[in-house]
């Protein structure tokens, strides 16, 4: 399973990319927005993990680029903004799950593993 993470703070980034290697995921990494989205757009990836508060372009934006390309790639917000409204909106961009920042490396794990088998039909 191939899994891209653009997180803008660096050690989460790398506290993400082990984490997930360790379970046996093929990962890519983005800094910012302008690379997340390139990243997205011209690779094919099981999920996306999206920061929504990146430079060069903000998440919200990237996920929305995504979704007006056609691409149906499952992702899942990661970030601090935690209000209701923050999260309707990141869903309304068409997120598939929404987590916010902190949060348990487990959790964040299954609920890959659930997107990632919904969108390959099991």
Known sequence: MRVLIVED?????QQLQSTLENAGY??????????????????????????LGLPEIDGLTVLDRWRKEGKTTPVLVLTARDSWS?????????ADDYVAKPFQTE??????RALIRRASGN
């Open 86 to 94: 923050d999260k309707v909106a990141g869903l309304d961009a068409g």
């Open 107 to 112: 959790e964040l794990i299954a609920r890959l």
């Open 9 to 13: 703070e660096p050690n989460l980034r």
């Open 26 to 51: 093929a990962v890519d990494i983005a800094a910012d927005g302008e690379e997340g989205h390139f990243l997205g757009s011209t690779e094919s990836y099981d999920a996306i993990v999206l920061d």
